[in-house]
């Protein structure tokens, strides 16, 4: 990890990095593009809904082209990604294999009502259910559809029909999307507070960020007591979740992030998921699993739940699926809750829920990973971009936290004690590292970060799980320069 920066060539630099290129334009060119962005940007404040996280940013960036783990703006300006459009690319930008698959049922089935089979759909389900089937031991069947939200929502569905609840319970912190639905098992008031009465919303209990440990407990010694807290509000009638008389709990499930991902790439502690799903199990609530941002090898495992012992009845997938092309998600669910005489036909549809092009992408996603080493390359590289954090500590008492799990790492930023939660210092980096104005081998480059947590001041860091070792140098240098610089403006 050590900084070899300033003697390594272009060339070089372009050999360690697939998908890097330095290319230059004349002054007049680059004049050209911004007057073209400018127009743009005030065409888009007037014919595009704010509506969706662009304007977050304090200037949007317009980017062009993108291969490997780098975005091009229109100046040819090279960013380093490191959060692949919140962990949907997790194969890389332009990564031939999963494109060329999509070029070729373009070529052969490009459009099909999905009232009827295509053959990449029945395989692509099959090598799912075979995945969960080695991994856990259970016998189950998938059902597309298209976003990740969607998919959330036909969990409910399941969960409802299933139980005849409609209360679930969910983690502080957690998020599932931002359809109605979805949102009432998220837990931000912020996505609800407009939009009227939610009286299904879910129950939030708090997950174990030991960190920021909810109870001002030590994980050393807290022997779980956040569970316990779970646990104690079964006791008796009186504690308000569970009948003793009927056995039955008021919840129909539990919706779950192994990692929490917008929440802030939060791991919780050994035994914490064992224990939670031996409750769900004896009080009959439904325990489910949503992969949709650690699915797919992003924490060095196929799903994130197989670094727990506690299968799950439902899990939930979608962004990584396809490598961010055509957009395809789904719910796996144990064959005796989605078994055709419970989940008969009909029970949740949408038009595009299982579209040819994105069943023939999410189907070579899967022979690729099947083919690769990502169980074992993901580990060593997490370690790798895990030291580099720890390294970038030492140095920086504001990160008052890292963490990582493959290569899902967080980076928590915070005030000079290193614990107050900083949010002002997260943003400048977020929107510094967007100007791209930091320099690699005397290069200039760009950053892409994306910021969460519950204070908005963590760096969830989900680069592609095809980064190198030199990229993963890069960016231990690019994160240096830009803390440095964003700590002088505070
Ligand atoms: C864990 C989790 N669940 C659900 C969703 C919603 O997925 P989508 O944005 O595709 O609707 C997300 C999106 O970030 C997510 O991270």
């Known amino acids: ?81 490191l959060q692949m459009w919140y962990s949907a690319v997790n194969l890389g930008y332009a990564n031939k294999r999963v494109n060329d698959a999509l070029k070729n049922q373009i070529d052969k089935l490009p459009q099909l009502a999905c009232q009827y089979l295509h053959k990449e759909k029945v395989q692509l389900a099959d090598k799912l259910v075979n995945s969960i089937k080695r991994s856990f031991g259970v016998d189950g069947r998938v059902h597309f559809n298209v976003g990740g939200a969607q998919a959330v929502e036909d969990a ?40 009227g009465e939610f009286g299904d919303r879910a129950e939030f ?28 509000k079964f006791d008796h009638e009186y504690t308000s979740w569970w009948n003793p008389k009927t056995k039955k709990a008021e919840f129909g499930a539990f919706f779950i992030e192994v990692v929490q991902g917008t929440g802030g790439y939060v791991i919780p502690p050994k035994g914490y998921f064992e224990r939670l799903a031996k409750l769900c199990k004896e009080r009959g609530i439904l325990l489910i699993d949503d992969e949709i941002q650690m699915g797919f090898y992003r924490t060095g495992k196929l799903w994130a739940m197989e670094h727990v012992d506690a299968p799950a009845d439902v899990m939930v997938f979608g962004k990584a699926l396809t490598n961010g092309l055509n957009p395809l998600s789904g719910i796996w669910a144990k064959e005796e809750l989605i078994s055709p005489d419970k989940f008969g036909p009909g029970s949740t549809h949408s038009t595009f829920s299982s579209n040819s092009l994105g069943t023939a992408v999410g189907l070579e996603v899967m022979r690729v990973l099947e083919e690769g080493d990502y169980a074992r390359s993901v580990p060593e590289k997490g370690k790798y971009f895990l030291d580099i954090l720890k390294d970038l500590q030492k140095k920086h008492k504001e990160i008052g936290d890292v963490d990582g799990l493959g ?61 190198t070792y030199r990229e993963m140098d890069m960016a231990h240098d690019l994160l240096d320069q830009l803390i440095s610089s964003c700590k002088k403006e505070l």
């Open 1 to 81: 990890m050590s900084s070899k920066a300033n003697t390594v060539s272009v060339a070089d630099l372009e050999k360690e990095c697939p998908g890097l290129k330095f290319e230059k334009m004349t002054e007049a060119e680059s004049a050209k593009i911004t007057k073209q962005e400018e127009d743009l940007l005030a065409l888009e404040s007037k014919v595009c809904s704010h509506g969706d996280t662009v304007h977050y940013a304090e200037r949007p960036n317009f980017f062009e082209t993108c291969e490997g783990s780098f975005l091009y703006d229109g100046h040819k300006q090279p960013f380093l990604d």
């Open 156 to 195: 409910l569905k399941l969960t409802r029909k299933n139980t005849g609840k409609s209360r679930m319970l969910a983690f502080e912190g957690g998020y599932h999307g931002r359809t109605l639905a979805a949102s009432s098992i998220t837990s931000s008031y912020r996505y609800r507070e407009h939009y």
């Open 205 to 232: 209990v708090p997950f174990p960020y030991c960190f920021r440990c909810p109870y001002e407990k030590k994980v050393e010694s807290c022997e779980l007591y956040c569970v316990q807290q779970i646990e104690r």
């Open 407 to 467: 290569l899902a790492l967080r980076m928590e930023m915070c005030e000079k004690d290193g614990f107050t939660a900083s949010r002002r210092l997260a943003d400048m980096m977020f929107q510094r590292g967007l100007e791209g104005n930091l320099s690699y081998a005397g290069q200039k480059m760009g950053l892409i970060l994306d910021i969460g947590g519950y204070f908005k001041n963590v760096v969830t860091l989900a680069p592609s799980l095809e980064i």
